[in-house]
C-alpha cells in the first residue's frame, strides 16, 4: 500500500512541531527517518497513523485520506508500534500481543484459534515465543520492545508505523528486527537513531531537522558526512566497510561551533558522557 | 529431549535472574527447564474464571435463600425456598396448603427478599461501576464514588431531608439521584478539555468537587434540626434495610443495560489496559469508551445510591479482588467482579442485620470495616507511586 504524505504540518503541546513535509512512500519500501531528538519524527509518525490529526495537510493510503477511514478501518490499515505503554494494570505478553486481533474482530467473544495462531506465529518471528506466560511488565525493555513488535505485526496491516523500534535492543536483535522489517512486503516508516543501521536497512532515507524534510532519496544519496555536520553538529569519516564495500560513518567529534552560525543554540541533546567531559 | 535439556541449562538460572517472578521453591541447580505449563498465569487465569462463575452464582443464590430465612419470625431455609419459588411459579401445592403462614410469607416475600436482592443488586452495580472506572482512568485507585458521585448524592439527598421537602424514602432518593447526575455532569464538564477527557483530570476533579460537595453536606448537617440528623447519618452511612420489590427496579433496569454496554465493550476496554495511544492505534475510539463507559458507572452509581445511599468500598475492592484471581482480561474480569460484588454485599448486609440483632450495623460500616483494611493493604502493595498526577 502506498503512503502519500503531502504538505504536512503537525502541532504538539501548541507549538509547531512539522512543517510542510511531503514523502511518498511506493508499496512494500520502507522508509528511515533520522534526526536529531526533537525534529519531529514521533508526530510526524503520529499524524502518518492517523494518531495526531495534522493542522494542515493530508496522508493518503493508496490516494484514500486517511481521515476518510473509521478508527477501526484506519486500524486494519496501519499498525503502530510506539514508545508509550501504561503499566497501571499486568497483562500477560500472549493478551497483549492478542490485542492487535481487535480490529478484525468483534466487541466481544473469544479470540479464536486463527487469532492465537496468528499471536503465536508473529511471536515465534520476533523470538520471543517463550514469554507467551509471562507478565509483560515483568519484561526487559529489549523484550518488551520485540513483543510490541509482535503485535504490530499480529495487526496484519500493509502500513507498519515503527518508532525507534530497536531502542533497548542489543544488536543482534536489532540486526534481527531490522531484516524482518525489510524481509516484510509491506509499505514501513521508521524512525531510527542508528544512521549505519538506517541506511543498512532502508530503501530510502528522509532526514529531519527542526520539524523540516531538509533531504530524502537513497541511503547513500542522503547519508554523508556533510548532512552528518549540518543536522547533527558531528565531525564524521565515510570509510568503506571492507567486506560490503558500502558507505560507513565513522563519527569522531562534536563540530566546533562556527561563530558566523546565529543558530547553534539547538544542538542535539548531548548524552551524558559528552555533557559531563569539559 | 537430552541435548534440549543440554541446550536450555545455561540460560536457566540467568532467565531466573530477569522474571522477577515469585519463586515456585523448585532448586535452581539442575532443575529441568521450565514446561510451557509453568506459571502459565493466563490459563490458570481462565480456568479460574471458568469454576468461579457458576460457584459464585450459586453461593449467591444460597446467600440470598439464609438471608431470606433468618430474623425474628421463624422460617427455615427450605421453607423461604419454597415461599420464593412459589411467587414466581403459579400453582405450587405448598402455597395453598396450609403449610406456611401469612406472617411467614410476609416476612420472606415483603421484606428480606427484597433486601438482599437489593444488596446483591448494589454490590453487582457498584462492583461493575468499579471496574469501569478504573479502566477508562488508568488508575487502580479509581471507584464508583471517585466521580463525586456520592457526595452529589449527598447534597441532593441532605437538602431535600434540610429544606424540609420531607423524609420519604422516594423523595430522598430522587433527590439523591439528581445530586449524582448533576455531580457526574459537573466533573465530566470540567475534566473535557480540547476534545479529549484526561483521565489525570477528571480524577482531580471528582475529588475536588467531591470535597466541595461533603463540605455543604457538613454544613447543612450541623446546622439543621437536631431530629433530622439521624436521618441524614442514615442515608449517608447507606442501608438497604427499607428495600421493597418497587426499589429494585431502577439499580436493575441500570445494572441489565451497563452489563450488556460492558459485554459488547470488554475487549476495547482491554486494549485501554495498555495506554489511549495504544488503544487508539488498535482502532478503538478512546474518547467514545470513555465517555460511554464514564456514563455507564454514574447511572450505575447514580442508580445505586438514590435506594440505598453510600456503600463505600465495594466498587474499589472487588474488581481488584476478580483482577487478582482471574487477571485482567475484561471478558472474564468484569463478570466475576459482578458476581463477587452481589455475593460480598449479600453477605455484608445479612451480617449487618444478625451480627448485632436486633439492633442492626449500618452497611456502609461493615463494608469499609472489611474494605478500608484492604485498601490499606493495597496502597502498600500496589504501585501507587506510579499513579503520578504528571502523566
Redesign the interface.
Known sequence: MRVDVENLRAHRGGRPVVTDVSVSVPSGTVLGLLGPNGSGKSTLL?AV?G?AAPSAGRVRFDGTDITALS??????H???M?Q?????????V???VL??R??H??????DSDHDVTLARQALARVGAAHL????FS?L?GGERQRVLFARALT?DTPVLVLDEPTNHLDIAHQLELLDRVRATDRTVLVALHDLNLAARSCDAIGVLAEGRLISLGTPDEVLHTDLVRSVFGVESTAVAHPRSGRRHLLFDARSAPEPNDPTPANPPAPTEEEATTP | MAQATNGRRAPVPFRRLLTNARPTGAPPDGAPPPTPSAGNTRRRGVLAARILVPALALTLLAVVVLSSSVGTIDVSPAEALRIIVGHLVPGMPWMSDGSLTTVQDNAVWQFRLPRALLAATAGAALALAGALMQAVVHNSLAEPYILGVSAGAGVGAVSFIVLGVGTSALGVGGAAFLGALAATAAVYTLAHKNGRIAPQRLILAGVALGSLFSAVTSYLTITTHAQNVFSIMFFLLGSVSAATMNHLALPSAALLIVGLYAAFHARALNALLVGDDAAASLGVNVNRLRSGALVAAALLTGSVVAVSGGIGFVGLIIPHIARIIVGSDHRRMLPVALLGGAVFLATCDFLARTLADPSEIPLGVLTAMVGAPFFLWLLRRDRADSVGVGR
Request: charged content about 35%.
Open positions: 503520529r497513523s494518531l478508527r477501526r478501518e484506519l486500524a486494519r496501519v499498525a503502530v510506539a508509550e505503554h501504561s503499566e497501571e494494570f499486568e497483562i500477560p500472549l493478551d497483549l490485542l492487535g481487535i480490529p474482530g468483534r466487541g466481544y467473544g473469544r507467551e506466560n509471562r507478565s515483568a526487559s495487526q
